[in-house]
């Protein structure tokens, strides 16, 4: 990240007293005389801390712009737009650092032969720098911030852990003294990675299978870029919809539409793939489902081979949850639930359960996490007993998996925890971020935080 040129900073004046010859309004002045003077003080109290307001917001007039790939995708820097020719989805491709063979593989169907010869890079994402808030407080985990290394260089980095906290990665998740960090459904949509898009289908490929399957006998049917299936009264088991992942790799001896468990791949560092992906067990789904009729909506995940299903009767207006044949919650619903057509979003994230409807939370449950049973299932499944349903929009997604400095699959933990005034910050972009798990000493005083780090909102985006 690098400021531009240096300008000037002003400010607005202040009020001031009312010069020789000038007169403040006599005490019995008309009240439309007070009213205007009432109004021109205002007008000049706005003006002044406006102009106070914005001397604390770095990149407006000098632009301050990122300079690495450790923020991707949220934040980029020179990059290729690259539009899938195989299924038309747009991804962003590091432009330092490109496919060897100059040739971006698509993350959302595989498709292997986006040529990137020729194409013009865009340039670097801009950002602001707003120092106000943390003049009053400290900065919290999970913001993303901007700080000033020892040597020097400005950064941008997500805080990771606090002051006093000894940080730790395991199996992608972080941990601060021992304890799972466990996100909401909030902070997790804000580093969530897409992994497929349904709507984006492969067009010139033939002979590709879907990767929504219904059973042998399943009533499911696609619908466009979505799916159906008609209310039936005398349904009896479940009949499920479940996903089956791509590779998404490129490689030729890997065949393309093989069921493969999701993984840390992304379309980004196409020029850095030198290292062994890890299994990612924090996957979710979101649709927009329509429901009819009456039964009951089951939604399933699986977390190393262990079943977490999730089952609401919307007459009933009841939820349950459970993790195997432990029973992890029960409880009442509103009426109304699927009046209309809802946004659902359902999966698992830092050993929790989450479903919300229109983004109110109706479930965030922890479950305890099993070893691994080496079997491979569906990651996840919508299904339904008697209801009709129609999905659309229908997206898969993970959690962000985090890498020791090493970059592979073993525990890491900090050398020692941070001080009183410490903060350790990350990328989200942990394959190819230089951040707290390699910086010496790992914490950053909280003097070195210069502010919070936004992307405006007049921006244009790829």
Same mark, same amino acid.
């Given at each position: ?15 001031? *007293? ?44 000098? #632009? ?12 980029? #820097? ?105 996100? $909401?459904?909030?902070?997790?949509? @804000? ?17 590709? #299978? ?49 069921? $493969? ?35 009951? @909506? ?19 207006? *009841? ?8 029973? @992890?919650?029960? *409880? ?59 999905? $659309? ?9 985090? @890498? #020791? ?49 936004? *992307? ?7």
């Amino acid at each position: 990240m690098h400021p531009g040129e240096a300008t000037t900073r002003t400010f607005a004046p202040l009020l001031e *007293r009312p010069a020789d010859g000038e007169k403040s309004p006599p005490r019995g002045a008309p009240p439309l005389v007070r009213l205007r003077w009432v109004i021109a003080a205002i007008i000049v109290g706005l003006a002044a801390f406006s102009a106070l307001r914005l001397w604390f917001v770095e990149g407006l007039l000098r #632009p301050a712009t990122i300079d690495g790939p450790s923020m991707a995708p949220l934040l980029l #820097p020179a990059h290729f737009a690259v539009t899938c020719g195989d299924c038309g989805f747009r991804f962003a491709c590091d432009a330092e650092h490109p496919p060897p063979a100059g040739q971006a593989v698509c993350p959302n169907c595989g498709y292997a032969g986006n040529d990137l010869a020729g194409a013009k890079a865009r340039p670097e994402d801009r950002v602001l720098i707003d120092r106000w808030q943390l003049i009053w407080r400290s900065a919290g985990r999970g913001e993303i911030v901007a700080a000033r290394l020892p040597a020097g260089e400005l950064v941008v980095k997500r805080v990771a852990a606090l002051p006093g906290e000894r940080l730790a990665i395991r199996e992608g998740d972080l941990h601060a003294n021992e304890k799972l960090i466990r996100k $909401t459904p909030a902070e997790w949509r @804000l580093v969530r990675v897409l992994v497929h898009d349904n709507d984006y289908q492969p067009r010139t490929s033939a002979g590709l #299978p879907p990767r929504w399957t219904g059973g042998r006998d399943s009533r499911w049917r696609a619908d466009g870029a979505g799916f159906v299936i008609a209310e039936n009264q005398a349904a009896g088991d479940i009949d499920w919809l479940a996903y089956q992942h791509w590779p998404g790799t490129g490689n030729p001896l890997v065949p393309r539409a093989e069921p $493969t468990p999701i993984c840390d791949l992304d379309g980004f560092n196409q020029g850095q793939t030198n290292r062994q992906l890890q299994p990612v067990h924090d996957v979710q789904l979101t649709c927009r489902l329509k429901v009819g009729g009456e039964g009951s @909506l089951a939604l399933a995940a699986v977390d190393r081979g262990r079943r977490l299903v999730v089952q609401i009767d919307p007459a009933g207006r *009841r939820l349950t949850a459970v993790a195997g044949e432990v029973q @992890l919650a029960a *409880r009442d619903l509103a009426s109304d639930l699927f009046r209309y057509p809802v946004e659902l979003e359902f999966g698992l994230c830092d050993q929790q359960v989450l479903l919300t409807i229109d983004r109110r939370t109706l479930l965030c449950v922890p479950y305890d996490r099993f070893a691994s049973s080496g079997t491979f299932q569906s990651p996840l499944e919508i299904g339904t007993r008697g209801l009709g349903l129609e999905l $659309t929009q229908l997206k898969v997604w993970r959690d962000i998996h985090y @890498l #020791p400095p090493s970059g592979l699959a073993e525990p890491w933990q900090a050398a020692s925890a941070l001080g009183s005034s410490q903060f350790a910050l990350l990328g989200d972009n942990p394959p190819v971020s230089i951040d707290s798990r390699q910086w010496q000493p790992a914490g950053v005083p909280a003097r070195s935080i210069l502010g919070r780090v936004y *992307r405006p909102f007049w921006a244009s985006g790829d």
